[in-house]
């Protein structure tokens, strides 16, 4: 990638976005002389290129290191950069492949911190800053995804009312109903409707009070009838999920058939597929809906 020309089209992106401090972009594209990232008043564009060939860490603790190093050598100018690696997060990271023992370090060294010009507020900033490279520093170790350690420690949100919609064919219900428990085991709100609605209301008008405050619908598949979608009604609220740009996990259940057919609309979001699951599929689907949860708020 040619950085010169890539910022410039940076620069024109971001012009009317005034309001931001700093601007981030990351790319898989590698830089023509390999480094992690460029930047210059206030615009980086950082390079996660071959990611997997320097380190079996995540990727979001890298994403997170980079930032944090951003933030640290240019808006707080944690002095110079080191000419030898020390693991401090200043090192000059000319040999990409010592990211992985910086992401374990995750340190600023005393030389770095006494040569950091201090002010009351760059001081709480800085403050801040070293908390994110301890919790880098901790996950990496243990080889864990720092983005999934910090989601799962979130507490539920008082006031948010529901999570996720479950959108199911009735004739599923056993199912969805043991979906809906395990679900709720796990802290997510869930909307079923034989929880939500109290005696004498109507599905339709219940989920159009809630359906502003719901950041995520499932749209389960289950092994009776053609699926959820064949309804108008329920076709109606997808389509309303979709406009608030909601997360859309189509969820096939024990029972579907092996090649479910999906509607064009359905076709374009990722499946969760908990037929014969490891728990694996099933904890995405927690992680997406938590992740949406703190997104939305
Ligand atoms: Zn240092």
Redesign the pocket.
Known sequence: MDYEEEYEALVQLVAHKKSSDISIFLTSVPFEDNFFYKGQDNIYLVSLSGWHHLTDLPIANGIAYIITSILLKYELDV?DN?DVS?G????FMWDKSIIDAGMRAAF??E??RSNTKATVLTSKIFRHLISVLDIISTQSRRGHDMLEEIVSALPSLPGTAFDIFLCHNSSDKPAVRLLNTRLKATGIKTWFDEEALLPGQVWQDELERQIGSIGACAVIVGPNGEGPWQENERRVFINEFIKRSCLIVPVLITGASAVPTLPLFLQQFMWCDLRGDDGNQFDRLVQSIRMRRHISV
């Open positions: 002095g080191h020390t401090c997060i200043n090192d600023v060294c030389h770095c």
